[in-house]
């Protein structure tokens, strides 16, 4: 893919991005069906996906940004169906598809189905986490559809590898993957945890919030590539060093917050926007490459299908199997409920990772074409079925959170407490002997209890106006007359662009500061 061809593709990306925003639409489904629609057009390039280009400078930085926003406590509370999920359901369906691989597609030996059975293993859940949001999913649904996502891949690239060389005729065996996975996992553990602290010690004497935001994009491609250099796995050290910095970051400096916030929040929308259009876009070049037949589009629909149906099989008994065999679950867990363990079964949408380990196949390896072929079919239909129609399911078992008035009710009693640990801060400094004028420290206690009673108001009012509201409403109107008077000021050359820079910067983080979501 050359230059011109990869602006042009990021652009009508972020286009489409950009009108399914608009429409609240998934802008991920409608990526997908916007570059399987325009593949064909006459004329437009062959957007070939290069597998280096996913595997290392794609993948790493969505992982990181994920982990950056994942709760460590949540994920940690959680680590045993994550576990069976992100690697237990992965072996599980490598098997499964490659079982019904090999008896519905004669090209692929046995070795080679398992190869298509790990690439097609790992779910995606980009499009499940922005659905799920949108619809309000309960906070430990979301929790393990992120936990599985972050770790899945992992599993399925060293299950992947092993398979390729079974599939060459290598020596390598199931023990020597399990033994590979293990060291493979380990090393991941901890080259992630060395390169977080070690950059988290930096980042805290730099003092430079800027400075910190340019480290901090290098640790994705630096935790991915010394891992790999290493033996051990790049996405589990991204992975970890996501979540190690992730959850020290209220240490940090306000701006560096800010400033991280703004950078990943822009570079997830221009990568997913990416690989998501890229997806549809492989619809010409897949089928370009491979002598179409009844024969192989009946076992491309069997593998999708083995590919869906075996996560509602292994959904289930891993749901409920180990509450009714283990006493210690049953204490320390929550029963699920099938609303919800069906939900996840229906959250297995395939994604770009799929589509770049099949590319990356050797040109070599028998049957590979057909591998490439069956991945983009499931990739690509698990997204459409599946993902079109997850908010139908949701909506129909009516399966939402209910988290929002608990943590109303958290937030406004540690707001309080928290506005008390302030008033009490400043009369300390006051009786102190700090001479601050008596109108500042006045002004800096209604404030201060002002954002006490926010959270209060806001709890009791659901339909009206809170007081708090009205102030942020009122404070907005204000904030842009004087930005307007500015911008004129600046037109008329009575200001400087510098002066005029630094006052909206000062405008703009008042702004952020009251702004709410």
Excluded at 385 to 397: D, E, F, T
Aim: hydrophobic share 55%; aromatic share 6%.
């Amino acid at each position: 893919m050359h230059g011109p061809e990869l602006i042009l593709l990021l652009l009508g990306a972020l286009l489409v991005t950009a009108v399914a925003k608009r429409f609240a639409a998934p802008a991920p489904l409608v990526l997908v069906a916007t570059g399987l629609a325009v593949s064909f057009i006459p004329g437009l390039p062959a957007f070939e996906l290069e597998p280096e280009l996913v595997l290392v400078l794609v993948l790493p930085p969505l992982l990181y940004s994920a982990a950056l926003d994942s709760s460590y406590h949540n994920i940690r509370a959680n680590t045993r169906p994550i576990g069976l999920l992100a690697v237990g359901l992965v072996v599980a369906t490598t098997a499964a598809v490659g079982w019904v691989a090999h008896l519905a597609l004669p090209a692929l030996s046995l070795p080679a189905a398992l190869v298509l059975g790990a690439v097609v293993a790992p779910p995606d859940a980009v499009a499940a986490v922005a659905i799920g949001r949108r619809l309000n999913l309960p906070r430990r649904t979301m929790t393990l559809l992120t936990g599985e996502s972050l770790i899945n891949d992992a599993t399925a690239l060293t299950v992947y590898k092993v398979a390729v060389a079974a599939a060459l005729g290598t020596t390598a065996t199931w023990l020597d993957g399990t033994r590979t996975f293990v060291v493979s996992a380990g090393g991941g553990v901890l080259v992630g945890l060395v390169i977080g602290v070690g950059v988290r010690t930096i980042r805290a004497r730099l003092h430079d919030g800027v400075m910190e935001s340019a480290l901090g994009m290098l640790v994705p491609f630096g935790a991915y590539l010394f891992a790999e250099e290493l033996g051990a796995s790049g996405v589990l050290a991204v992975v970890v060093a996501g979540l190690y910095i992730g959850h020290q970051a209220p240490k940090s400096s306000y701006y560096t917050r800010l400033q991280d916030t703004a950078v990943w929040r822009s570079v997830d929308v221009l990568l997913e926007s990416f690989v998501f259009a890229l997806i549809g876009l492989q619809l010409r070049t897949t089928v370009l490459a491979v002598e179409i037949t009844a024969a192989l589009v009946w076992g491309a629909a069997a593998v999708l299908v083995t590919a869906v149906a075996v996560r509602f099989l292994w959904m289930y008994p891993a749901a409920y199997l180990p509450r009714l065999l283990s006493k210690r679950v049953r204490e320390r867990e929550r029963a699920p409920g099938w609303r919800g363990v069906t939900v996840l079964s229906w959250a297995g949408m395939r994604g770009v990772v799929s589509l770049a380990a099949a590319s990356a196949l050797p040109l070599d390896l028998p049957g590979r074409e057909v591998i490439v072929f069956c991945a983009f079919v499931v990739t690509v239909g698990t997204l459409l079925i599946q993902g079109l129609s997850l908010p139908w399911v949701i909506r129909k078992l009516d399966f939402q959170g209910d988290e929002e008035q608990a943590d109303a009710l958290a937030e406004a009693q540690v707001q309080h407490a928290a506005a008390r640990a302030a008033v009490d801060r400043l009369d300390e400094l006051v009786e102190g002997g700090d001479e601050t004028p008596d109108h500042v420290v006045d002004r800096l206690r209604i404030m201060t209890e002002h954002r006490g009673n926010a959270a209060w108001e806001r709890l009791g009012r659901q339909e009206d106006e809170s007081p708090a509201a009205a102030y942020r409403r009122l404070r907005r109107t204000m904030l842009e007359a004087e930005r307007q008077v500015f911008v004129e000021a600046r037109d008329k050359r009575q200001i400087d662009d510098e002066v005029l820079f630094r006052v909206l910067r000062e405008l703009d983080l008042e702004e952020a500061a009251i702004a709410r979501e």
